[in-house]
Structures are given as structure tokens and as C-alpha cells.
């Protein structure tokens, strides 16, 4: 679901069942009305910058996971949607301080907050909106205390290895499956978990969905890396290969690195050195496309996502366990 709530944009999550689907979408509303309220800060300037980014878009997928995963239990049982801004503000949080590191000058198609304003604005808001997540954790109890620094930990840890070039004796794609579970898995993980926590599903469902949320998460971050280099347009929300060009160290590219065959030196060739030239980013682009690499990438997708779907074979057969199965299929076969 977009970051508006007038209910009429399509949910992130495919829902066939209209009955679930209707409480999803209603549920959402409270999410983002209780967002609005979370970020309001005494002075003005503070809201405007926290509203910045969640106004610039965003499919609020993980909110919106917390909310299915809710569906194994009782969804209406407090903290549910408590927990749903949980996880949004700190996924908004991260946003910012990402694009600090990155020196990104767009995110979602606006302005990034440092480009608007500056660094030191987009860190203290990110900040901001770290303590208001911690305080909503806070009145969920000490142990969601404990999941969430947990989490962070893992998030953070994951940007700071994303910094760090894997050492001489390290494997490259191993340390960069290890960015993605802490970049982008913990918090989609922990999405999951709250959902089934919160609304009192059983231990074992609990513990079902934390895997299937952190291999989904992973599988949505690596199918991201295929579109860099597969998709012919903008139309993906992404130029194609943007990672590429700037030198991002991504599935397709570790894994061509790894398998290389005498007949790719010209790749490997371009891929070590600067691709800020039109023409040898194009050149790479298509040696690339057409590399045995892709294929295992996808293959590499398609299994995280089977692997999150045999995870759900505790859930009992309805519209929720079928909601998630598709979910699963969708991101490790999306073209956008």
C-alpha cells in the first residue's frame, strides 16, 4: 500500500481474499493515521522533515506484513498495530541514514532529506525517528524491547559491513548475503514476528514466519539486484544499472566475478574499472545480461523463495497461508 490512506491504492502483498484483503486495507488506515501522530515533534521543522520521506511513497510492506502475520491470531489484540509503526519508522529511519552514506540525491522519485536540506538534518531526523520507534517498543513490553535492539543491532551491522571490502581470504558473495540478511532482512524478519507475537499465535507459527520473513527479505533485496541489470526502462522504478555504474556490488556481478570463464575477461575488464562512461557502462550492461550469471541469480531467488514457502507449512490452508505463498512466488519473479 502506498503511503497515503485514502484505502484506494492496491496493497504490496498479493490478497486474493476480498474479506482479508478489506481488513488489511482498513487496518492499514490506522497505521498511517497513528504514523502521522508518532512523527509530530513540538517543533515544525522536525515534523516536516520526519514527513519528508514517508510522504514520498513507499509500499509499507512491512507494516503490512505485521498485519497478515497478525491474521494467525487475533489481529484486533493490542499491540498489533502498535508494532506495524514499529517496524515503518524504523525502515523510514534507516532511509535517511542510508542515503547519507550513499550520497543519494533522490529517494522514491523526491528529493532526499540531505538534499534538501543537509547531512546533519538527515541523520538528527533519522535519529528522531529511531527514539519515536523506541519509545512505541517501549510501551510493547521488554521483550519486544529486546527483539528490536536485537534487530538493530543486525541492521546496523549490516550497514557497517556494507562499507567494509571483504579481506583476501573472505569470500566477496558470502559477505555481501551477510549485508543483505542485516540490511534487509532482520527488520522484515522481525515484521513477521511481531505480527504473529502480538496477536498471540502459537509459538511454532511465531517462529515459522521470523524465517520466512528473513528469507523473503533477503529474496526481495536480491531480486532488486537482477532488475538493475535485466530491466530495459525506468519502468522498474530503477534506471538500469545504476548499481552497476556505480560500482555497487550486487548478486549478478559477484556471481559472474565467481564463475568467470576465459571467454569473460572483457566483463571483467570493465567491471574493474570506472563505468561512469555511457559506453562502457552499456558495453558491460549487455555482457552482463548475457552472462550464465543471471540465470543463477534467479535460480538463487527462486530457491530462498521455495525455502519461504516450505516455511509455511505450518500455517493452517486458507487465505492468509495463500496470501504469503503468493508473496513469496512474487518477489522472486517480480519485473518491478
Known amino acids: 500500500m502506498t503511503s497515503t490512506a485514502d484505502g484506494s491504492s492496491s496493497l504490496a502483498l498479493p490478497v486474493l481474499d476480498a474479506d482479508l484483503e478489506a481488513r488489511l486495507r482498513a487496518r492499514m488506515v490506522e497505521v498511517e493515521e497513528r504514523l502521522e501522530r508518532e512523527i509530530k515533534s513540538e517543533a515544525a521543522f522536525i515534523t516536516g522533515a520526519a514527513r519528508h520521506l514517508m510522504h514520498a511513497g513507499g509500499k509499507r510492506f512491512r507494516p503490512l506484513l505485521v498485519l497478515l502475520a497478525a491474521e494467525t491470531g487475533d489481529p484486533t489484540r493490542d499491540g498489533v498495530v502498535t508494532s506495524a509503526c514499529v517496524v515503518e519508522l524504523t525502515h523510514l529511519a534507516s532511509l535517511y541514514h542510508d ?17 534538501r536540506w543537509d547531512n546533519h538534518v538527515a541523520i538528527l531526523t533519522g535519529d528522531f525517528l529511531f527514539s519515536k520507534s523506541s519509545e512505541l517498543t517501549a510501551s510493547l513490553g521488554a521483550d519486544a524491547v529486546r527483539i528490536q535492539a536485537e534487530t538493530f543491532t543486525k541492521l546496523v551491522e549490516g550497514q557497517i559491513l556494507e562499507t567494509l571490502t571483504p579481506g ?31 496477536a498471540g499465535a502459537p509459538l511454532e507459527i511465531e517462529e515459522a514466519l521470523t524465517a520466512y ?14 532488475l538493475d541489470v535485466s530491466s530495459e526502462s525506468d519502468e522498474s522504478g530503477k534506471t538500469p544499472g545504476t548499481d552497476l555504474r556505480e560500482g555497487v556490488p550486487t548478486l549478478p556481478v559477484l556471481m559472474a566475478r565467481r564463475s568467470a570463464a576465459p571467454e ?16 562502457l557502462h552499456a558495453e558491460a550492461l549487455e555482457l552482463l545480461r548475457r552472462h550464465p550469471a543471471m540465470d543463477e541469480a534467479r535460480r538463487y531467488v527462486l530457491d530462498r523463495a521455495r525455502e519461504a514457502q516450505d516455511l509455511l507449512k505450518v500455517l493452517p490452508e486458507g487465505p492468509v497461508r495463500d496470501a504469503l505463498d503468493a508473496f513469496a512466488v512474487l518477489i522472486a519473479t517480480r519485473t518491478a
Open 99 to 115: 542515503d547519507v552514506m550513499d550520497e543519494a540525491d533522490l529517494r522514491r522519485g523526491a528529493e532526499s532529506a540531505n538534499s
Open 168 to 198: 583476501p581470504d573472505e569470500d566477496a558473495l558470502a559477505h555481501y548475503l551477510r549485508v543483505v540478511e542485516g540490511k534487509t532482512g532482520s527488520l522484515i524478519a522481525t515484521s513477521a514476528r511481531y505480527g504473529a507475537r502480538f
Open 213 to 226: 520473513g528473513e528469507k523473503v527479505g533477503m529474496a526481495f533485496q536480491l531480486s532488486d539486484d537482477i
Open 264 to 279: 569473460d575477461a572483457r566483463l571483467l575488464e570493465l567491471l574493474d574499472g570506472e563505468l561512469t562512461d555511457d559506453g
